[in-house]
């Protein structure tokens, strides 16, 4: 089986710049998540779909975050524009029914200078 | 806002001794609860989950549940330092499909 998929894997950009992060889930999987890990943290959830739907984006920074899951498949997490600390790792999980355990991507690294 | 406590560390132990990680989370509503250890530079892999009060072992992984304490913990027997990582709590609330996790306890096993 598959893991989770994510691209880039690493990300360098100026602030005031935008950039977008790509997750392929494992398939069949209905729950997708982005998760925010900043250095020495543990991951805050972003975003959470529930198969194309929004279950969760209460800590979304809606001015400058956007997510979209399309077809209740893929998904991309876009920043624009970036500040200094929206550095950090990004990470997609998936889980299928029943949620239960989640699986991680490898993650972005995002460096906004 | 929900939360889930655990101590940031670093936790140290020798070689071969018990490893004890805790976790605290405020939510009455969340079900089960989650372990997982994160090395540096890489994502959280899960080690174990438990769901009901009392113990859950699964090698050398322990994990205790206290749902009136609100305390979920992790022990770890005959600690290597290939265990030296960040541990996460995470509590889940299955009718929002939810995980809310700690900031991770830092955990060093000295050869």
């Known amino acids: 089986e598959a893991g989770v998929a994510q691209s880039p894997r690493y990300k360098i950009i100026e602030k005031r710049q935008s950039v977008a992060f790509w997750c392929n889930p494992i398939?069949?999987?209905?729950?997708l998540y982005w998760y925010q890990q900043i250095l020495g943290q543990g991951p805050k959830l972003l975003i959470q779909?529930?198969?194309?739907?929004?279950?969760?984006d209460s800590q979304l920074p809606k001015d400058r975050f956007s997510a979209e899951r399309l077809k209740g498949v893929d998904s991309t997490l876009k920043i624009q524009p970036a500040k200094l600390e929206d550095s950090a790792v990004y990470l997609c999980a998936s889980s299928g029914t029943g949620g239960r355990e989640q699986f991680f991507g490898p993650g972005t690294r995002l460096t906004v200078l | 806002q929900k939360e889930v406590e655990q101590n940031s560390g670093p936790l140290s132990v020798p070689e071969g001794a018990i490893a004890s990680l805790n976790c605290t989370y405020s939510d009455r509503g969340s079900q089960s609860f989650f372990w997982y250890r994160q090395y540096s530079g890489k994502s959280p892999e899960l080690i174990m989950f438990?769901?009901?009060?009392g113990d859950k072992e699964d090698g050398r992984f322990t994990a205790q549940l206290n749902k009136a304490s609100q305390y979920v913990s992790l022990l770890i027997r005959d600690s290597q330092p290939s265990d030296s990582a960040t541990y996460l709590c995470a509590a889940f609330t299955s009718g929002t499909y939810k995980y809310i996790f700690g900031t991770g306890t830092r955990l060093k096993v000295l050869a």
């Open positions: 779909f529930q198969n194309n739907g929004v279950v969760d």
């Open positions: 398939s069949g999987h209905a729950t």
């Open positions: 438990i769901y009901s009060n």
